[in-house]
């Protein structure tokens, strides 16, 4: 009769035994990747391509580093990510000034060269509207309607 009598079981205590376990198993076949120097060379995947770039720095948390790529962009990537070559070193664009750029020094200058090739200033924003024809339905066909936006 004790085999029907109900067991109170500490859940807690099961699941962390079935993680350390889990742990254990992992563990077996895991390895840490070694610290990569500054001026190293890596491949990593960006836009779907595989790309060279030069380790910059180590970000902060400990597992990112700051690479630049061959198109000039500085990208932020996990070790994991990153994998040392022996090639050489690729040739880095220069970074390209972007339009939405809001630094002061870039400011001046744009605006210098649209104001002499105009005349005018240029506009704060474009409003566009779509180009689509629309067409009332059929049941409207008795009616006057003027159709404004």
Request: hydrophobic share 30%.
């Given at each position: 009769m004790n085999s029907l009598r109900p067991v109170v079981v500490n859940a807690r205590d099961q699941l962390i035994?079935?993680?350390?376990?889990?742990?254990?198993?992992?563990?077996?076949?895991?390895?840490?990747?070694?610290?990569?120097?500054?001026?190293?060379?890596?491949?990593?995947?960006?836009?779907?391509?595989?790309?060279?770039?030069?380790?910059?720095?180590?970000?902060?948390?400990t597992r990112y580093y700051l690479v630049d790529t061959e198109d000039g962009s500085t990208l932020r990537r996990n070790r994991r990510h990153l994998r040392q070559t022996a090639e050489d070193q690729p040739i880095i664009a220069p970074h390209l000034i972007d339009e939405c750029d809001p630094s002061p020094s870039a400011q001046p200058a744009r605006r210098q060269s649209s104001t002499l090739s105009t005349g005018q200033p240029p506009p704060t924003s474009i409003i566009?509207?779509?180009?689509?024809?629309?067409?009332?339905?059929?049941?409207f066909n008795d009616y006057v309607m003027t159709v404004t936006y």
């Amino acid at each position: 009769m004790n085999s029907l009598r109900p067991v109170v079981v500490n859940a807690r205590d099961q699941l962390i035994a079935r993680q350390q376990q889990q742990k254990k198993i992992y563990d077996r076949s895991a390895k840490a990747l070694p610290p990569l120097q500054e001026g190293k060379v890596v491949r990593l995947h960006h836009n779907g391509e595989s790309q060279r770039a030069i380790v910059r720095e180590r970000a902060n948390p400990t597992r990112y580093y700051l690479v630049d790529t061959e198109d000039g962009s500085t990208l932020r990537r996990n070790r994991r990510h990153l994998r040392q070559t022996a090639e050489d070193q690729p040739i880095i664009a220069p970074h390209l000034i972007d339009e939405c750029d809001p630094s002061p020094s870039a400011q001046p200058a744009r605006r210098q060269s649209s104001t002499l090739s105009t005349g005018q200033p240029p506009p704060t924003s474009i409003i566009r509207r779509s180009a689509r024809t629309t067409k009332l339905p059929v049941r409207f066909n008795d009616y006057v309607m003027t159709v404004t936006y």
